[in-house]
Protein backbone atom coordinates (compact mmCIF):
# COMPACT_ATOMS: atom_id res chain seq x y z
CA UNK A 1 0.00 0.00 0.00
CA UNK A 2 0.99 3.25 -0.51
CA UNK A 3 1.93 5.72 2.51
CA UNK A 4 0.15 9.01 2.28
CA UNK A 5 3.04 10.88 3.83
CA UNK A 6 5.00 9.77 0.65
CA UNK A 7 2.77 11.15 -1.76
CA UNK A 8 3.30 14.94 -0.70
CA UNK A 9 5.95 16.85 -2.93
CA UNK A 10 9.26 17.30 -0.94
CA UNK A 11 9.81 20.44 0.32
CA UNK A 12 11.42 23.08 -2.51
CA UNK A 13 9.44 20.99 -5.18
CA UNK A 14 8.46 22.62 -8.49
CA UNK A 15 4.57 23.09 -9.31
CA UNK A 16 4.57 21.49 -12.48
CA UNK A 17 1.10 22.93 -13.66
CA UNK A 18 1.65 26.07 -12.03
CA UNK A 19 2.36 27.71 -15.03
CA UNK A 20 -1.33 26.47 -16.84
CA UNK A 21 -3.63 29.59 -16.26
CA UNK A 22 -6.55 28.80 -14.59
CA UNK A 23 -9.96 29.52 -17.00
CA UNK A 24 -11.59 32.66 -16.57
CA UNK A 25 -15.13 32.60 -15.64
CA UNK A 26 -17.68 34.60 -17.48
CA UNK A 27 -18.33 38.53 -17.17
CA UNK A 28 -21.02 38.96 -14.42
CA UNK A 29 -22.78 41.24 -17.44
CA UNK A 30 -23.14 38.38 -19.52
CA UNK A 31 -24.71 36.05 -16.83
CA UNK A 32 -27.13 39.04 -15.58
CA UNK A 33 -27.91 39.68 -19.37
CA UNK A 34 -28.92 35.92 -20.28
CA UNK A 35 -31.00 35.61 -17.31
CA UNK A 36 -32.93 38.92 -17.77
CA UNK A 37 -33.24 37.82 -21.35
CA UNK A 38 -35.04 34.72 -20.30
CA UNK A 39 -37.02 36.08 -17.67
CA UNK A 40 -38.46 39.00 -20.36
CA UNK A 41 -38.87 36.04 -22.83
CA UNK A 42 -41.18 34.42 -20.27
CA UNK A 43 -42.73 37.64 -19.73
CA UNK A 44 -43.12 38.15 -23.36
CA UNK A 45 -45.07 35.06 -24.08
CA UNK A 46 -47.37 34.90 -21.10
CA UNK A 47 -50.66 35.33 -23.47
CA UNK A 48 -49.73 32.51 -24.82
CA UNK A 49 -48.48 30.75 -21.48
CA UNK A 50 -51.64 32.00 -19.70
CA UNK A 51 -53.44 30.93 -22.67
CA UNK A 52 -52.17 27.51 -22.52
CA UNK A 53 -52.96 26.93 -18.86
CA UNK A 54 -56.48 27.92 -19.12
CA UNK A 55 -59.70 25.75 -18.99
CA UNK A 56 -60.25 23.56 -22.12
CA UNK A 57 -64.06 23.98 -22.09
CA UNK A 58 -65.30 26.79 -24.06
CA UNK A 59 -67.09 29.79 -22.09
CA UNK A 60 -70.85 30.13 -23.40
CA UNK A 61 -71.41 33.73 -24.61
CA UNK A 62 -74.32 33.16 -26.46
CA UNK A 63 -75.83 35.44 -29.26
CA UNK A 64 -72.81 37.43 -30.47
CA UNK A 65 -75.40 40.69 -31.27
CA UNK A 66 -76.13 40.74 -27.46
CA UNK A 67 -72.67 40.06 -26.17
CA UNK A 68 -70.21 42.13 -28.62
CA UNK A 69 -72.38 45.42 -28.16
CA UNK A 70 -72.00 45.38 -24.48
CA UNK A 71 -68.97 46.58 -23.11
CA UNK A 72 -69.54 44.96 -19.63
CA UNK A 73 -70.06 41.86 -20.95
CA UNK A 74 -67.05 41.98 -23.33
CA UNK A 75 -65.32 42.44 -19.96
CA UNK A 76 -62.47 40.43 -19.13
CA UNK A 77 -63.19 38.02 -22.25
CA UNK A 78 -59.78 38.67 -24.18
CA UNK A 79 -57.56 35.36 -24.32
CA UNK A 80 -60.48 32.99 -23.57
CA UNK A 81 -61.45 30.07 -24.94
CA UNK A 82 -65.14 30.63 -25.84
CA UNK A 83 -68.14 29.54 -27.94
CA UNK A 84 -70.56 32.35 -29.09
CA UNK A 85 -73.22 32.33 -32.07
CA UNK A 86 -74.19 34.67 -34.80
CA UNK A 87 -75.02 34.57 -38.23
CA UNK A 88 -71.85 35.25 -40.62
CA UNK A 89 -71.16 38.22 -43.39
CA UNK A 90 -70.54 35.77 -46.10
CA UNK A 91 -71.11 38.94 -48.83
CA UNK A 92 -67.68 40.38 -47.81
CA UNK A 93 -65.76 37.59 -46.43
CA UNK A 94 -61.91 37.15 -47.27
CA UNK A 95 -60.45 34.03 -48.91
CA UNK A 96 -57.03 33.79 -47.01
CA UNK A 97 -53.98 31.57 -48.77
CA UNK A 98 -50.61 30.78 -47.55
CA UNK A 99 -48.13 32.04 -50.16
CA UNK A 100 -46.19 28.42 -51.82
CA UNK A 101 -49.23 26.18 -50.02
CA UNK A 102 -52.70 25.06 -50.24
CA UNK A 103 -53.70 25.73 -47.09
CA UNK A 104 -56.56 28.23 -47.10
CA UNK A 105 -58.64 30.58 -44.32
CA UNK A 106 -61.54 32.47 -44.20
CA UNK A 107 -61.85 35.86 -42.08
CA UNK A 108 -65.37 37.31 -42.09
CA UNK A 109 -67.01 39.24 -39.79
CA UNK A 110 -70.50 38.64 -37.90
CA UNK A 111 -73.46 40.48 -38.24
CA UNK A 112 -75.50 42.57 -35.57
CA UNK A 113 -72.15 43.09 -33.69
CA UNK A 114 -71.39 46.81 -34.95
CA UNK A 115 -68.47 45.00 -36.75
CA UNK A 116 -66.65 44.73 -33.16
CA UNK A 117 -66.22 40.18 -34.08
CA UNK A 118 -64.40 38.98 -36.97
CA UNK A 119 -63.72 35.38 -37.34
CA UNK A 120 -60.93 33.31 -38.70
CA UNK A 121 -62.05 30.39 -39.81
CA UNK A 122 -58.91 28.24 -39.84
CA UNK A 123 -60.35 24.55 -40.47
CA UNK A 124 -60.22 23.82 -44.34
CA UNK A 125 -62.56 21.56 -45.87
CA UNK A 126 -65.30 22.63 -43.07
CA UNK A 127 -67.25 19.44 -41.33
CA UNK A 128 -70.80 19.82 -42.18
CA UNK A 129 -72.42 20.07 -38.90
CA UNK A 130 -70.61 22.99 -38.21
CA UNK A 131 -71.35 24.46 -41.38
CA UNK A 132 -74.86 24.20 -40.46
CA UNK A 133 -74.95 25.76 -37.36
CA UNK A 134 -73.64 29.54 -36.98
CA UNK A 135 -71.51 28.67 -33.64
CA UNK A 136 -67.95 29.47 -33.71
CA UNK A 137 -65.35 27.80 -30.92
CA UNK A 138 -61.92 29.17 -30.42
CA UNK A 139 -59.44 31.91 -28.83
CA UNK A 140 -60.92 35.21 -28.48
CA UNK A 141 -57.87 38.15 -29.18
CA UNK A 142 -58.22 42.04 -29.69
CA UNK A 143 -57.29 43.07 -32.82
CA UNK A 144 -55.35 45.39 -31.95
CA UNK A 145 -52.64 42.84 -30.32
CA UNK A 146 -52.31 41.55 -33.60
CA UNK A 147 -48.58 42.56 -35.10
CA UNK A 148 -50.38 43.04 -38.52
CA UNK A 149 -53.77 45.00 -37.08
CA UNK A 150 -53.12 47.57 -39.20
CA UNK A 151 -52.36 45.96 -42.16
CA UNK A 152 -56.12 44.19 -41.72
CA UNK A 153 -57.63 47.95 -40.88
CA UNK A 154 -56.45 49.59 -43.92
CA UNK A 155 -57.23 46.47 -46.08
CA UNK A 156 -60.86 45.72 -44.98
CA UNK A 157 -61.15 49.90 -45.60
CA UNK A 158 -59.71 49.84 -48.83
CA UNK A 159 -60.93 47.13 -50.48
CA UNK A 160 -63.85 45.06 -48.42
CA UNK A 161 -67.48 46.34 -48.94
CA UNK A 162 -70.65 45.37 -47.24
CA UNK A 163 -74.23 46.23 -48.32
CA UNK A 164 -76.66 47.31 -45.76
CA UNK A 165 -80.20 47.22 -45.26
CA UNK A 166 -82.39 50.07 -43.65
CA UNK A 167 -85.56 50.24 -42.11
CA UNK A 168 -87.56 53.28 -44.09
CA UNK A 169 -88.51 55.03 -40.56
CA UNK A 170 -84.26 54.52 -39.10
CA UNK A 171 -83.64 56.26 -42.54
CA UNK A 172 -85.56 59.36 -41.93
CA UNK A 173 -84.95 59.68 -38.30
CA UNK A 174 -81.43 59.59 -39.49
CA UNK A 175 -81.74 62.35 -41.89
CA UNK A 176 -83.31 64.78 -39.89
CA UNK A 177 -80.63 64.48 -37.16
CA UNK A 178 -77.96 64.63 -39.27
CA UNK A 179 -76.20 68.15 -39.03
CA UNK A 180 -75.43 70.31 -42.36
CA UNK A 181 -72.51 68.89 -43.67
CA UNK A 182 -72.04 65.73 -40.94
CA UNK A 183 -71.32 62.14 -42.42
CA UNK A 184 -74.83 60.09 -42.37
CA UNK A 185 -74.86 57.60 -39.38
CA UNK A 186 -77.87 55.13 -39.80
CA UNK A 187 -78.32 51.67 -37.82
CA UNK A 188 -78.92 49.16 -40.39
CA UNK A 189 -81.24 45.86 -40.07
CA UNK A 190 -78.79 43.78 -39.16
CA UNK A 191 -77.93 46.26 -36.14
CA UNK A 192 -74.71 47.30 -37.50
CA UNK A 193 -73.84 50.91 -38.02
CA UNK A 194 -73.21 52.52 -41.02
CA UNK A 195 -71.30 56.05 -41.76
CA UNK A 196 -71.92 57.68 -45.01
CA UNK A 197 -70.17 60.63 -46.05
CA UNK A 198 -72.15 62.91 -48.30
CA UNK A 199 -71.16 61.79 -51.95
CA UNK A 200 -71.92 58.11 -50.50
CA UNK A 201 -74.71 56.51 -53.28
CA UNK A 202 -77.77 55.30 -51.75
CA UNK A 203 -80.66 52.96 -53.22
CA UNK A 204 -84.64 53.68 -51.98
CA UNK A 205 -86.87 51.78 -53.10
CA UNK A 206 -90.19 52.96 -53.84
CA UNK A 207 -93.47 50.39 -53.44
CA UNK A 208 -95.90 50.60 -56.01
CA UNK A 209 -98.79 49.33 -54.28
CA UNK A 210 -101.64 49.37 -57.08
CA UNK A 211 -98.63 47.63 -59.42
CA UNK A 212 -97.42 44.38 -59.79
CA UNK A 213 -94.24 42.91 -61.02
CA UNK A 214 -94.86 39.65 -63.53
CA UNK A 215 -92.43 37.39 -65.55
CA UNK A 216 -93.52 34.90 -67.56
CA UNK A 217 -90.99 32.38 -68.40
CA UNK A 218 -89.59 32.07 -72.04
CA UNK A 219 -90.09 28.31 -72.57
CA UNK A 220 -93.67 28.83 -72.14
CA UNK A 221 -94.04 32.04 -73.98
CA UNK A 222 -90.77 32.28 -77.06
CA UNK A 223 -91.53 35.65 -77.73
CA UNK A 224 -92.24 39.04 -75.87
CA UNK A 225 -95.71 39.24 -77.98
CA UNK A 226 -97.23 35.74 -76.79
CA UNK A 227 -96.24 37.30 -73.16
CA UNK A 228 -97.78 40.42 -73.37
CA UNK A 229 -100.85 38.84 -74.83
CA UNK A 230 -101.39 36.51 -72.22
CA UNK A 231 -100.99 39.82 -69.72
CA UNK A 232 -103.46 41.95 -71.71
CA UNK A 233 -105.54 39.51 -72.42
CA UNK A 234 -106.39 39.63 -68.69
CA UNK A 235 -107.46 43.03 -68.07
CA UNK A 236 -103.47 44.10 -67.24
CA UNK A 237 -102.18 47.64 -68.35
CA UNK A 238 -98.30 47.09 -68.87
CA UNK A 239 -97.07 50.28 -67.09
CA UNK A 240 -93.27 49.30 -67.79
CA UNK A 241 -91.53 46.67 -69.54
CA UNK A 242 -88.13 45.41 -68.49
CA UNK A 243 -87.24 42.17 -70.94
CA UNK A 244 -86.06 39.18 -71.09
CA UNK A 245 -84.33 38.76 -67.91
CA UNK A 246 -82.71 35.61 -66.24
CA UNK A 247 -82.49 34.06 -62.81
CA UNK A 248 -79.42 34.40 -60.70
CA UNK A 249 -78.35 30.72 -60.61
CA UNK A 250 -78.42 29.00 -57.58
CA UNK A 251 -75.38 29.10 -54.80
CA UNK A 252 -75.18 25.78 -55.45
CA UNK A 253 -74.02 25.58 -59.18
CA UNK A 254 -71.65 26.26 -61.32
CA UNK A 255 -68.24 25.05 -62.14
CA UNK A 256 -66.85 24.46 -58.56
CA UNK A 257 -69.95 22.09 -58.24
CA UNK A 258 -69.63 18.89 -60.73
CA UNK A 259 -72.15 17.28 -59.15
CA UNK A 260 -74.69 19.74 -58.64
CA UNK A 261 -78.12 18.86 -60.17
CA UNK A 262 -80.07 21.95 -60.24
CA UNK A 263 -81.86 22.95 -63.77
CA UNK A 264 -80.56 26.18 -65.27
CA UNK A 265 -82.06 29.37 -64.10
CA UNK A 266 -85.11 30.51 -66.21
CA UNK A 267 -85.26 33.50 -68.48
CA UNK A 268 -88.34 35.28 -67.79
CA UNK A 269 -90.57 38.25 -69.79
CA UNK A 270 -90.63 40.62 -66.83
CA UNK A 271 -93.32 43.66 -66.79
CA UNK A 272 -94.98 46.15 -64.43
CA UNK A 273 -98.48 45.99 -64.52
CA UNK A 274 -101.41 47.43 -63.49
CA UNK A 275 -104.95 45.26 -63.12
CA UNK A 276 -108.20 47.04 -62.31
CA UNK A 277 -109.20 46.50 -58.80
CA UNK A 278 -112.12 43.94 -59.23
CA UNK A 279 -109.99 41.43 -61.89
CA UNK A 280 -106.88 41.62 -59.56
CA UNK A 281 -106.86 39.16 -58.10
CA UNK A 282 -108.51 36.81 -60.29
CA UNK A 283 -106.52 37.72 -63.19
CA UNK A 284 -103.09 37.05 -60.73
CA UNK A 285 -104.09 33.59 -59.57
CA UNK A 286 -104.66 32.60 -63.75
CA UNK A 287 -101.34 33.77 -64.88
CA UNK A 288 -99.81 31.99 -61.28
CA UNK A 289 -101.54 28.76 -62.71
CA UNK A 290 -100.26 28.85 -66.38
CA UNK A 291 -96.53 27.15 -65.52
CA UNK A 292 -94.85 26.64 -62.08
CA UNK A 293 -92.14 28.65 -62.66
CA UNK A 294 -94.26 31.96 -63.13
CA UNK A 295 -92.47 34.76 -60.77
CA UNK A 296 -95.28 37.83 -59.56
CA UNK A 297 -93.75 40.05 -56.93
CA UNK A 298 -94.90 43.49 -55.17
CA UNK A 299 -94.03 45.98 -58.16
CA UNK A 300 -91.01 48.29 -57.04
CA UNK A 301 -89.23 51.96 -58.26
CA UNK A 302 -85.46 51.95 -57.71
CA UNK A 303 -84.07 55.30 -57.07
CA UNK A 304 -80.47 56.39 -57.37
CA UNK A 305 -79.18 59.06 -55.70
CA UNK A 306 -76.32 60.11 -52.98
CA UNK A 307 -76.79 61.27 -49.40
CA UNK A 308 -76.39 64.84 -49.97
CA UNK A 309 -79.12 64.86 -52.35
CA UNK A 310 -81.19 63.67 -49.63
CA UNK A 311 -83.73 65.88 -47.26
CA UNK A 312 -86.95 65.96 -45.22
CA UNK A 313 -89.42 68.16 -45.47
CA UNK A 314 -92.87 68.02 -43.51
CA UNK A 315 -92.19 64.16 -42.59
CA UNK A 316 -91.57 63.26 -46.53
CA UNK A 317 -88.46 62.36 -48.52
CA UNK A 318 -87.10 64.86 -50.44
CA UNK A 319 -84.37 63.74 -53.51
CA UNK A 320 -82.86 66.44 -54.83
CA UNK A 321 -80.65 65.59 -57.63
CA UNK A 322 -78.73 67.49 -60.03
CA UNK A 323 -80.28 68.17 -63.40
CA UNK A 324 -83.31 65.94 -62.53
CA UNK A 325 -87.10 67.16 -61.19
CA UNK A 326 -87.55 67.00 -57.25
CA UNK A 327 -89.18 63.96 -55.79
CA UNK A 328 -91.16 63.84 -52.84
CA UNK A 329 -92.09 60.43 -50.89
CA UNK A 330 -94.20 59.89 -47.80
CA UNK A 331 -92.86 57.28 -45.18
CA UNK A 332 -95.33 54.47 -46.21
CA UNK A 333 -93.85 55.10 -50.05
CA UNK A 334 -90.29 53.43 -49.20
CA UNK A 335 -90.06 49.72 -48.96
CA UNK A 336 -86.06 49.66 -48.10
CA UNK A 337 -83.01 51.73 -48.40
CA UNK A 338 -79.93 50.40 -48.83
CA UNK A 339 -75.96 51.29 -50.24
CA UNK A 340 -72.29 49.33 -49.88
CA UNK A 341 -70.29 50.89 -47.75
CA UNK A 342 -66.59 50.17 -46.50
CA UNK A 343 -66.01 47.84 -43.62
CA UNK A 344 -64.33 49.56 -41.07
CA UNK A 345 -62.99 47.81 -38.27
CA UNK A 346 -63.63 49.37 -34.70
CA UNK A 347 -60.58 50.05 -32.06
CA UNK A 348 -62.21 47.84 -29.50
CA UNK A 349 -62.81 45.12 -32.23
CA UNK A 350 -62.17 41.08 -31.67
CA UNK A 351 -61.08 38.36 -33.67
CA UNK A 352 -62.13 34.78 -32.76
CA UNK A 353 -59.56 32.25 -33.78
CA UNK A 354 -61.89 29.41 -34.52
CA UNK A 355 -60.63 25.73 -33.51
CA UNK A 356 -57.20 27.35 -31.40
CA UNK A 357 -57.45 25.45 -28.09
CA UNK A 358 -55.71 25.90 -25.34
CA UNK A 359 -54.18 22.42 -25.30
CA UNK A 360 -52.56 23.35 -28.73
CA UNK A 361 -50.35 25.21 -27.13
CA UNK A 362 -48.68 23.11 -24.28
CA UNK A 363 -45.82 23.99 -26.35
CA UNK A 364 -45.16 27.11 -24.88
CA UNK A 365 -45.56 26.09 -21.16
CA UNK A 366 -42.33 23.41 -22.15
CA UNK A 367 -40.66 26.56 -23.58
CA UNK A 368 -41.48 28.65 -20.38
CA UNK A 369 -39.93 26.34 -17.96
CA UNK A 370 -37.00 26.57 -20.24
CA UNK A 371 -36.10 29.60 -19.96
CA UNK A 372 -37.15 29.89 -15.86
CA UNK A 373 -34.92 27.11 -14.89
CA UNK A 374 -31.79 29.24 -17.75
CA UNK A 375 -32.76 32.42 -15.97
CA UNK A 376 -32.28 30.69 -11.99
CA UNK A 377 -29.32 28.97 -12.98
CA UNK A 378 -27.64 32.20 -14.22
CA UNK A 379 -28.45 34.63 -11.14
CA UNK A 380 -27.23 31.02 -8.82
CA UNK A 381 -24.26 31.20 -10.35
CA UNK A 382 -23.72 34.70 -10.47
CA UNK A 383 -24.51 35.03 -7.02
CA UNK A 384 -21.69 32.53 -5.98
CA UNK A 385 -19.11 33.77 -8.32
CA UNK A 386 -19.32 37.33 -6.37
Known amino acids: ??????????????????????????????TLAGALLAFFLVFYGWRHLRYALSSGDPLELGNAALVFNNDKATAGL????????????????????????????QLFRVLGTGDRLFVHRLQNPLPADRAEADVFEGRLIRIDDLPYADAIRGYFAKHVVATHYFAADAALK????????????????????????????????VALPDQVQVGLPRSRFPTDVEAREAITSRGGDVTLEK???????????????????????????????????????AALDELGDLDRTVEIRDARETIATHANELTIEDGALVVRAPGALERRYQPGDIAAVHTMAPVVIPADA?????????????????????????????????????
Do not use: C
Open 174 to 205: ALAARAPGAPLSIVDRGGDKASLAADEALAIE
Open 78 to 105: ENRYVRVAGTPDRESALELDTKGSWVFS
Open 243 to 281: GLVKAPAPPSAGAGNLLATAPEPPSRWTYVVRFPAARRQ
Open 1 to 30: MTDPAQSKPPAGAVDEFAHIKRRRSRHPLI
Open 350 to 386: YLLVEGDRPSAHTSSILIALVLVVFGVFNIVALVRNR
